[in-house]
């Protein structure tokens, strides 16, 4: 097994996206088999020498970031081990260390889907399923843990899980036991907190009455255990897709058009169909926003971007030649209805001109990468979701707040969820205190408003607390004892989700 101690060759795994300051390690280890993982965790778990779990480093939130102990790296667990067709789709099983872009590439090719979508596709599948990450597509499919039916976890001392979906569940006050290849068991009460009423939610572990033990481990960052493969669902890949990214004179009928736009999608899923009354129906797969500052960056490269535009919806829905016309017609109906600028809006139905409309959603990153290049700061980004209702008044509480304090900023993101990006732009040091203020303000009311603290980027090292803010002290406290059942050492992943006192209390 390589394992790598050198100060420059380790330096890229002291970090991740989030740009979290301070990471150092004793050593990086890359196991190539489940039985290498394993024997790491029981050397350190008899030492206990923290392990930090290392995935592509695409986290935004420090996860990955390690301060002490040795790193886990997943990248050499990168095989891809099985297929299998079924009747609605098929099963996928790869390792932990296999990148999202080939996997779902390797299924795209035998006519099939693997619905989640992160924007950042270089992440690994295990990364993915600890994060429970989702992405532009989940208004239509959900995040990870709808596709996720096993996964082979290996615990802290070194025990091997292979966990299928409906195999073990916790019973009606609570309560799960685990039984363990050695013949004892993990025995623990689950949290009591209840969980926002939010369509995408990443924040501390997965709970709900009777649920399945499967889904403690997907989106816990790697303080559980340390997932090593993983099989997931797969479904056909559409024949064809319908899309647009279309300019509103006013937030009032973009929201309008958004409101109606989700309630026929989710009608027509609830129905199981798509053709209502011999036409086709509705039903967007992506509703992703660019508010007026964001295509103000975006006119740099795209000149026609109408200068009277509010704002702006890329919709996008799967087809078939025989619906195209149909559901286009369903498209425009309801734009113009809402008021939509439809002569200045671009739409595509064939793959050249979606990719044009792909490039010109993945630009706003690009040009903004470039601001702070130039300003040499690091942007404030939100990732809060709140329920259908309230929506509207977090939105406006972003532009109220923001227009008031004279920052530069960018919203956009996943409206079909509720659940858009602030991207707050300082240019010096004196705004990057107030973008700060801002953003705890926005946490806040995103409470207040029955929404959660992560949507998909999960906790990580820099949200703990304000995940202390969402579910207060003893529901943390619930959640240190649960981790210390799976991690009696409480080696794995310290630091992450919640702070570690919690652990140092109970150790």
Same mark, same amino acid.
């Given at each position: 097994m390589l394992t790598k101690s050198d100060p420059d060759e380790i330096q890229s795994f002291l970090a991740d996206a989030s740009y979290l300051r301070g990471g150092h390690v004793e050593r990086v280890a890359f196991p190539e088999t489940v039985a290498e993982?394993?024997?790491?965790?029981?050397?350190?778990s008899r030492d206990k020498t923290q392990v930090t779990v290392s995935g592509a480093g695409t986290g935004t939130v420090g996860g990955r970031v390690p301060f002490g102990g040795i790193v886990?790296?997943?990248e050499k667990l990168s095989q891809i081990k099985s297929l299998i067709h079924e009747d609605a789709g098929g099963r996928g099983v790869g390792e932990a260390g296999v990148r999202l872009i080939d996997f779902q590439e390797f299924v795209r090719a035998q006519g099939l889907l693997y619905p989640p979508d992160p924007t950042e596709q270089s992440c690994f599948l295990g990364g993915t399923v600890a994060t429970n990450a989702s992405g532009s597509r989940s208004f239509k499919y959900g995040p990870t843990r709808k596709y996720v039916q096993r996964v082979k976890v290996v615990l802290a001392q070194g025990e091997v899980l292979d966990l299928r979906r409906g195999e073990i569940k916790a019973d009606e006050t609570g309560r799960i036991i685990v039984p363990l290849p050695s013949g004892q068991a993990i025995q623990c009460q689950l949290p009591e907190y209840q969980m926002p009423q939010v369509r995408k939610h990443a924040s501390g572990y997965y709970v709900e009455p009777g649920?399945?033990?499967l889904d403690l481990f997907i989106g816990s960052e790697g303080t559980l255990g340390v997932i090593v493969e993983v099989e997931v669902t797969l479904i056909r890949r559409?024949?064809?897709?319908?899309?647009?990214?279309?300019?509103f004179p006013s937030d009032e009928k973009l929201l309008a058009f958004v409101r109606e736009a989700r309630s026929r999608s989710l009608r027509t899923r609830s129905t199981g169909s798509q053709w209502v009354s011999g036409q086709a129906e509705v039903d967007a797969r992506a509703l992703e926003y660019f508010d007026d500052q964001s295509l103000g960056f975006l006119r740099e490269k795209y000149e026609a971007v109408p200068t009277n535009a509010a704002g702006a919806v890329f919709f996008e829905q799967e087809s078939k030649a025989a619906t195209d016309d149909s559901l286009m017609m369903q498209w425009l109906t309801l734009l113009e209805s809402n008021g939509a600028l439809v002569d200045d809006s671009w739409f595509a139905l064939n793959e050249q001109e979606q990719e044009k409309l792909r490039e010109f959603r993945h630009q706003l990153p690009v040009l903004m990468n470039e601001?702070? &290049?130039?300003?040499? *700061?690091r942007k404030v980004s939100t990732?809060? &979701?709140?329920?259908? *209702?309230n929506f509207a008044d977090l939105l406006r509480c972003y532009k109220e707040t923001l227009l008031s304090s004279n920052l530069r900023y960018t919203i956009f993101g996943h409206i079909g969820d509720n659940h858009v990006h602030v991207n707050i732009l300082p240019r010096n040091d004196q705004e990057a205190s107030a973008a700060h203020t801002i953003y705890q303000a926005f946490i806040r009311r995103a409470l207040e408003l029955g929404g959660t603290v992560s949507a998909e980027h999960g906790i990580g090292k820099l949200?703990?607390?304000?995940?202390?803010q969402m579910y207060g002290d003893p529901h943390l406290k619930a959640m240190a004892r649960l981790?210390?059942?799976f991690d009696p050492a409480g080696i794995l992943g310290r630091g992450n989700i919640f702070s570690e006192d919690y652990l140092n209390e109970l150790n």
């Open positions: 993982v394993a024997a790491i965790l029981t050397q350190a886990l790296a997943t649920m399945d033990v559409p024949e064809r897709l319908i899309s647009g990214i279309v300019f601001w702070f &290049a130039r300003h040499r *700061q990732d809060m &979701a709140v329920p259908d *209702q949200k703990r607390e304000y995940l202390k981790k210390v059942a």
